[in-house]
């Protein structure tokens, strides 16, 4: 891969899998580490991406395996996470690449079945189709997923009120 190459891939990927990789660790650091690592992957495999899709779900999928692997790791056991911050302290808290959107807190405290299918559906506009190759899912998986995942956001938003 020629530096050309992954300038590319840099400018049309970082900012989104950025997003993904916030949006399961709740961290900036951890975030802006696994989308290195992501870019670091990329160099060492070399994949040859069928389309432009292909290529955008094979780095999607690469981002969450290494945030579950960051999950699996004893330093990620031993620390706190955004979890743990109060919740009229998150309101000084922005969520980088994303305008200011309340529901998405909402979005990203629920468990990571439903959380990933709502994200990437409502946040980085995937089809169900797509949603279900990119997390290796069924598609009716991620259908269910994503309506019980909209009924446990509706729980969230009416308490909230």
Known sequence: MNREE?????REYNSMLFRVAFAEVKSHADA???MQEVFIR???AQPEFRSAEHEKAWLIRTALNLCKDLFKSKWKQAIT???AVPEQEKVYMKV???DQDDTLWMVLSLKEQYRQPLYLFYYED???KEIA???EIPVNTVKTNLRRGREELKKLLTRER
Do not use: K, R
């Open 126 to 128: 995937y089809e169900i």
């Open 133 to 135: 190759e990119i997390l």
């Open 42 to 44: 990329l160099i060492q």
């Open 32 to 34: 802006e580490d696994i």
């Open 81 to 83: 996470g955004l979890d």
């Open 6 to 10: 992954l300038e590319y891939y840099f």
């Open 96 to 98: 980088p690449y994303v």
